[in-house]
């Protein structure tokens, strides 16, 4: 692999803090917070792949450990920090498993999700002309931010916000915890910081800021600014999410995308659109959900862990591991539950529910309909309000229900039960026994028409009740 311009690099991400402005009751490390259906923490890990860094030490603390773990497997190295001691501690427990072969260490804050590629390229640039760099930035709200010192483009001191005066205060340029540090530079300036600053600081930890004041640290300005804020409250999360939102629905619509009112939408990191397929407003995408080319998805699509092939629609909709061919329309107000899987134009209308269930190609389900663990075959049609009864309160049962075939209107399906192909079912039938193909099945009383009766019975209920007496008579009139 040629090496990159700025020389190898291993990246330690600090991500043992316990989060407390999250005000979590859970133990849980805030980096696990998702942004765009991905943990925080992954946002910066994808960043970093793209850069190609020999190492990367993750610093946890032993309650998120297992959950990190859980989530990554062992892809990468993780270091755990027993005491949450501060910033400089953590990067000092992480240094240990650091390789002595890199040219710099790569610091990021595990908090700062928006960063880019291009920010941690131009620090690790400006390592070389000094014995460290360190983004630094002008974010709308300074409050929480270390604020720093520059001399010549020299970085001269870091002051947390905290420790500062009221002139340290109005400085406007602050630290965005990300920093390029030369390898054989790092251990010293650890040590120093740890014995000439110690704690001694509002917070009583150890400042990883303090290790400027023995290296040669450049001050790199980064803009735009929002790509280095740091989220340390949920209201900062949101921010975080509305900017990743945007980012990527100009990712999408670069690469042929259409989106009407586009904000009003939410699209996860991993979900895939193909080219010129229109989204609009208030539609969900969500998990690995890939969209075919040439679909209309939305108004309020609600679309988790599912593949649409090509020119599908989905109008209000909820699909949950749902797989559709090409050309399906579904909707509006369809509940599609997983393992739902849909042939090529399959027509799925107004409140229907379908729950693990194959229904093939070019078959029609219009109207108020449940079809749960059942097969239907090609070109059927189920009429309105088909009912398949699948389970007997034990275990479920499956429908299987042939090609060509007609199932009228409100029909009752009781599994296990199978219609074969070609068959017809007659309109309110509650089915028990099999119908073989080409049969008609019937399932219902036989209608029984008492001439005259309805003129009969009008006749005595308009006569004058007796006096003292009208309980109950017109009951029944339907008026
Ligand atoms: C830190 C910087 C501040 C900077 C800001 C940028 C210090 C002392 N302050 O403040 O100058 O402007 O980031 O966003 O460095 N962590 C550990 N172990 C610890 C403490 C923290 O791993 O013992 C991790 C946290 O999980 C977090 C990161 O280090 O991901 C930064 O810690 P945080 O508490 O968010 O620092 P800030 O107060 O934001
Ligand atoms: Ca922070």
Redesign the pocket.
Known sequence: MAEAPYGTFAAV???????T?FRSKHVR???LFPIAGVPMLEHILQTLHGMTPQQIIL???EDVQAEISEHYGNIYETVV?E????????LA?AMPAVSDEVDNVLVL????PLVTESALRDVLYASSSGDAALLTFTPPELR????IKTEEGFVTG?V??VDADAVELKIKE?????YAIKRQWVDTALDRARTEFGTDNR?G??????IVNFLRTRAVFYEPAQD???I?DRAQLDDAENAIQQRLLVKHARSGVTFVRGNTSYIEFNVRIGRDTTILPGTVLRGETVIGEDCEIGPMAYIEKSRLGDGCKVFCSRLVEVKAEEGVTIGPYANLRPGSYLEETVKIGNFVELKKSTIGAGSKISHLSYIGDAKVGNDTNIGAGTITCNYDGFTKHRTIIGDGVFIGSNNTLVAPIEIGDGAYTAAGSTLTKDVPADALGVGRSRQDNKEGYAAKLRGKKSKKPESGDETGETQGEGK
């Open positions: 991400v600090l991500a043992a803090g316990r989060g402005r490390s805030k980096v610093v946890v603390n920090q005491a949450q001691l501060g910033t400089g501690d953590a427990t804050p595990g908090d700062v929480g931010y270390g604020r870091i947390e916000e602050v630290n965005s915890g990300i917070k930890e150890y400042y990883l800021t303090d280095l804020m740091g340390n």
